[in-house]
Each structure stands twice: as structure tokens, then as C-alpha cells.
């Protein structure tokens, strides 16, 4: 089942996920933030508990990442097989034995050898789509890093947390009706008294 249409508009909505634009924001707890810093405190907390799995924050806050949380997870179970494969050409350049790549000299210049190779990608329908664009406008990008050793830039890499959605959470998700997350109470935090609690997926 995908998302509707919404009238005339070409813009589709999706049901039970929050939306992050500002006018939406209000029936959120102001979080003693003004609209933007809430909205992006919202985006980072929701985007650290979808790629580490659990994050420790204020009973307050958690109760606000859960709703987000858990409308995106469900328009992922939602929407995770709603694609096609095609096959389409790609040029991939040439290397050698030793993983470099293959120059020849055209005109009197080095220039890269090119293989032309068929590869089968995924072809998201309409509504998977949308739903994309959606997850894209909450999630803030992720570089994992690795702590320490030798090769840490080489092995930096760039997580792509909307593919993660579709094959990793969602696939994991579908046989549950909601219901996704946890809190659990921690005790209250030095300072301000704050509850602090455990958020985590199931």
C-alpha cells in the first residue's frame, strides 16, 4: 500500500509520520528550543537512534524521537518491496592487477579505459519514492569512522541511512503491526533533575 495524494497536489502524504516542516512542528513539546534548533535536535537525535539502534536522552525528548522514529520505520515496512530491477549499461573503468586504472594515450593525452557492463539496480515505484524524499528530509548525514589503526581514512565510509531503512530495519519490522521502540527509565539527571531514560529499537 503506498502513500495518497493529497487533492490535486502532486505532493503525496504519508500516513502516521510526522512531518519535520515547520508549520508542523507546534503539536511538538518546545523542548525549551526555538522551531529550527527543536526541528534539528529532532532530525539528529532521530537519525543517531536509527543508526546506533538505541540513544540515551530526556524522557521529554524521547517521546518525540519515538513518534518520528516510528512513523519512519513503518513507511519503510511499508514501502521496502515496492520496487522493480532493471538492467541497465554502465561504463566502469578498467584496472589492472594491481587495482590501478587503465590509461592509454588518445591524442596525445592519458585517458582513462572505460568497460561498458550491464548491472541490475533497483527501480523505486512512485510512492517508495516519495517515501525517500521523506526519510531524506529527517535524516542528517552519517560518516562512520573507524576509532583507531592504521588505514582509518581509507576505511571512512559514508552510510546511506535511507537504504539502511528499506534493507536493514524495515525487513526486521515486517511481521509487527507498531510498536517499534522502547523507553526505559534511567533515574533523573544531576543538574536540572531531568529524567533521562534509554531509547531503543525492539
Known amino acids: 500500500m503506498g502513500c495518497q495524494q493529497q487533492g490535486s497536489k502532486t505532493e503525496q502524504a504519508c500516513p502516521g509520520v510526522p512531518q519535520m516542516e515547520d508549520n508542523k512542528m ?7 528550543r526555538t522551531s529550527n534548533q527543536r526541528k534539528a535536535l529532532l532530525r539528529n537525535q532521530v537519525t543517531n537512534l536509527l543508526h546506533h539502534g538505541k540513544i540515551v536522552t530526556t524522557e521529554a525528548k524521547a517521546k518525540e524521537i519515538r513518534k518520528i522514529a516510528e512513523g519512519l520505520i513503518a513507511m519503510a ?6 520496487f522493480e530491477t532493471v538492467t541497465v549499461t554502465a561504463k566502469v573503468a578498467r584496472k589492472d592487477a594491481d587495482g590501478k586504472r587503465v590509461k592509454e594515450v588518445v591524442d596525445g593525452k592519458k585517458k582513462t579505459v572505460y568497460d561498458e557492463v550491464q548491472k541490475e539496480i533497483k527501480k523505486d515505484a512512485p510512492s517508495r519514492l516519495h517515501a525517500r524524499r521523506e526519510m ?22 559514508e552510510v546511506d541511512m535511507v537504504d539502511k531503512m528499506f534493507s536493514e530495519i524495515a525487513p526486521k519490522y515486517a511481521d509487527r503491526n507498531g510498536g517499534y521502540t522502547r523507553i526505559v527509565k534511567i533515574g533523573q539527571r544531576k543538574g536540572d533533575a531531568a529524567m533521562e531514560v534509554l531509547i531503543e529499537l525492539v
Open 77 to 82: 515496512v511499508r514501502e521496502k518491496d515496492n
Open 136 to 157: 531524506m528530509k529527517v535524516f542528517y548525514p552519517v560518516t562512520e569512522v573507524p576509532a583507531k589503526g592504521a588505514g582509518r581514512k581509507k576505511n571512512t565510509k
Open 26 to 32: 507546534a503539536k511538538y513539546r518546545k523542548l525549551s
